[in-house]
T-cell receptor
Framework: AQSVSQHNHHVILSEAASLELGCNYS??????LFWYVQYPGQHLQLLLK??????LVKGIKGFEAEFIKSKFSFNLRKPSVQWSDTAEYFC????????????FGGGTRVLVKP | GAVVSQHPSWVICKSGTSVKIECRSL??????MFWYRQFPKQSLMLMAT?????????EQGVEKDKFLINHASLTLSTLTVTSAHPEDSSFYIC??????????FGPGTRLTVT
């Protein structure tokens, strides 16, 4: 069955540190991958998405993610975080073969200390 | 960008009663709407998918008689939790999509059953 897994449940780091959140998927065929962010008390927002083409995807707020097909991974990165990046981050994926339904990873809570 | 609203944002009901949650796409026609459930500190779990004018498709383990979904128009879907129990207390999130496009998420509804 299709699934998305995130390696870290909690990450704590200081401002200006670099961030990398792991995400692995298990889909066959063509896969669409997403990273969403949920700030405290707010709804899910799309950070970036990968459908095809350049495996390095640039998103909003300085985030980027790299699709590595051989590793079934789609890790999220940001070179220098800010306190305002404190949020929960969700990796998600879908494929036509799996009914085109978005499946979410378990989420990673990121706390950026000022 | 596209906006999805939910009402109410927060509801408390007594055990045994029913509660209805509305999901509206404010500036686009949502041919498909999704209902998710999010337990504290956990990820979003898809409950059901509904296409306008047809019956909802429920995920395995979700009781269709307990969680009634109606997608009567292209801008409105409702989720009714019938005979609510304390274990139904959760955060319910809807999302909407036009055709095969991006999914937009509502802000969620926190249900507490006493």
């Amino acid at each position: 069955a299709q699934s998305v897994s995130q390696h870290n449940h909690h990450v704590i780091l200081s401002e200006a540190a670099s961030l990398e959140l792991g995400c692995n998927y298990s889909y066959g065929g063509t896969v669409n991958l997403f990273w969403y962010v949920q700030y405290p008390g707010q709804h899910l927002q799309l950070l970036l998405k990968y459908f095809s083409g350049d495996p390095l995807v640039k998103g909003i707020k300085g985030f980027e993610a790299e699709f590595i097909k051989s590793k079934f991974s789609f890790n999220l990165r940001k070179p220098s975080v800010q306190w305002s990046d404190t949020a929960e981050y969700f990796c998600a994926g879908k494929s036509l073969a799996a009914g085109n339904k978005l499946t979410f990873g378990g989420g990673t809570r990121v706390l950026v200390k000022p | 960008g596209a906006v999805v609203s939910q009402h109410p944002s927060w509801v408390i009901c007594k055990s045994g009663t029913s509660v209805k949650i509305e999901c509206r796409s404010l500036d686009f026609q949502a041919t498909t709407m999704f209902w998710y459930r999010q337990f504290p500190k956990q990820s979003l779990m898809l409950m059901a998918t509904s296409n306008e004018g047809s019956k909802a498709t429920y995920e395995q383990g979700v009781e269709k008689d307990k969680f009634l979904i109606n997608h009567a128009s292209l801008t409105l879907s409702t989720l009714t939790v019938t005979s609510a129990h304390p274990e139904d207390s959760s955060f319910y999130i809807c999302s909407a999509r036009q055709g095969g496009g991006e999914q937009y998420f509502g802000p969620g509804t926190r249900l507490t059953v006493t």
